[in-house]
């Protein structure tokens, strides 16, 4: 008889052997203890300086310890779900009964019998595309008692009766920033991913990922400012914002850039862009294969960008009648002097076609007519359904900011960046975090995200009036309601040829609200509607062979009714425009040469005003 023999466990797996889903099962690569010691001294000594720099800020700023006015939102929904618990009674037991099924169906495919899924999540869900959320049973059951957990607690959110809607907008998009942040892939312990790269790296990768997340700490000046991209790939001025053209007029709030034509003719009419100045103008000028500039230079236009300045305490007390007259008028005033053409096309974008708007209100008060067509790209006139930004906006929180502006006359760029960056808290949050600080690796180059990171300051006095009289109290949208230099003015006095650009999934300018804003224009209005995004939708260059868009020429009540009866257009709608605004005047003259007119280069574009930073 002969006795089994236990099988000889071997040292260690072979490399490059793991388990199922792919993750590691071999023993982990050791850190080079010198490197370690050196990485973890700096860590410390950073450290230090930044928990110091906090202290001394909150001692002279003071500890708010609720700045977005969340806790009396949940406290008043609390308050509603115990009057009727059993709501909140059905809700849980159907969560239960969802993860006793995932139990049964885990201990099962353990065994080697196939189940289904209790919960699936989305395909476009770029959290879970690591193939061992699927196929590794542990994991499996994370992902699934993670979206679970999700459902359970949208769901009572969502249904919670008797609410103000600003109250249960502000509770549901809180709650689900709470339900990203608690996502099993932004964890170590809990993304395969992660695991197999801290194996294959000795944990190099956190060490990485440590230093990483203390330089993002140390550019905010102890906010953090996630890293988006490779910064040091772009030079504005070199490879990005890079068409060929000169400043030709500047003010205490903006410099005008005129471009180089490209052609030996051009159409009489020049245009002029107002950007927001909320981030830099040259979203638009991105890279010459995605640049609107340089598109638009190239059909035949004499084109002008306004770069605003990037305010500092100096300019707290310039108000938005400030931005019209320092702005738009000057802007105007200089076009002509610089071309000897009266007579524009004029594009705003974002808060720049909000001040567009207004202003063109108030030039048609005063029988001023050189803007002959106007183009409002993602713009917002009409706040009363302003989307998921409407959560920053309440007496509390405006109280708070204008207090914060007070003291240094100016927001920080940090600020609106966070806000922003909150509506897409997924993509421009946590998908950061895990691929910079949990897998140690650097960002990717990419220009629109070096853009987005490049923000701008507010000034105070016109940050708060732009806050209350759009936002909070939608007065543009009121006839009379809003008064500009002290005019009363009224959008529908507007009754040149406009053109509305809007986008399906923007977040920061819902579609359905600038359509509303759109037909309150007195003249004729082509709305145009774009597919992705406030930016993406908008850098959208023909040849990229991208998104498509929607053209309606009718302006039904509602935006639902438009949509059914719209047409759909392959490929980008920068063409659209360039026929519709040339469709009003074909005139060419010879082509224009910036600082060959009446107003002489000042220095080459992008100019000086888009350098300064934060």
Known sequence: MTTPTRPEKPASNPAGQTLAGGVPSRDFKLPDPAQLAVSMSDVAGRSQ?????????????GLALDPL???GAFLEMTARLMANPAQLVQAQLGYWQDYLTLWQNTTRRMMGIETNPVIESDPRDKRFKDAAWNQHEVFDFIKQSYLLSARYINDVVSKVDGLAPKTSQKIDFYSRQFVNALSPSNFLLTNPEVLRKTAETGGENLIRGLNHLLSDLERGRGHLRIKMTDTDAFRVG???????????????????????PLTETVYTRPIVIFPPWINKFYILDLR???????????????????????????????????YMVEGVLAALSAVEK??????????????????????????????????????????????????????????????????KMQRQGYLEGV????????????????????????????????????WNSDSTRMPQKMHSFYLRNMYQNNLLAKPGGLCMKGVAIDLADIDIPVYFLSCREDHIAPWKSTYQGARRFGGDVRFVLAASGHVAGVVNPPEGGKYNHFINKNLPESPAEWLEEATEVAGSWWPDWHRWATGFDKSQVPARVPGKGKLKAIEAAPGSYVAVTV
């Open 338 to 403: 610089a071309t000897g053409q009266r007579e524009v096309n004029a594009i705003g974008y974002c808060i720049g076609g909000t001040l567009l708007s207004a202003s063109l209100a108030y030039m048609k008060r005063k029988s001023d007519d050189r803007i002959r067509t106007a183009s409002f790209l993602v713009t917002l006139t009409d706040f009363e359904d302003a989307g998921e930004l409407g959560v920053f906006i309440d007496e509390e929180q405006l109280s708070s900011l204008e207090e």
């Open 69 to 71: 006015n969340v806790g």
């Open 238 to 260: 070199e490879n990005i914002a890079a068409t060929a053209g000169q400043v030709i007029f500047q003010n205490d709030l903006i410099q005008l850039i005129q471009y180089a």
């Open 415 to 450: 600020h609106m960046e966070a806000s922003f960056n909150m509506l897409r808290a997924s993509d421009l949050i946590w998908s950061f975090v895990v691929n910079n600080y949990l897998l140690g690796n650097e960002p990717f180059p990419f220009d629109l995200l070096y």
């Open 288 to 322: 010459p294969k995605n640049s609107l500039v340089r598109y638009l230079v190239a059909q035949g236009h004499t084109v002008f960008m306004v770069s605003w300045v990037n305010p500092d305490a100096r300019l707290a007390d310039k108000d938005f009648d400030d």
């Open 49 to 61: 300086r930044l928990v110091n720099d906090w202290l001394k800020r909150q001692a002279k700023e």
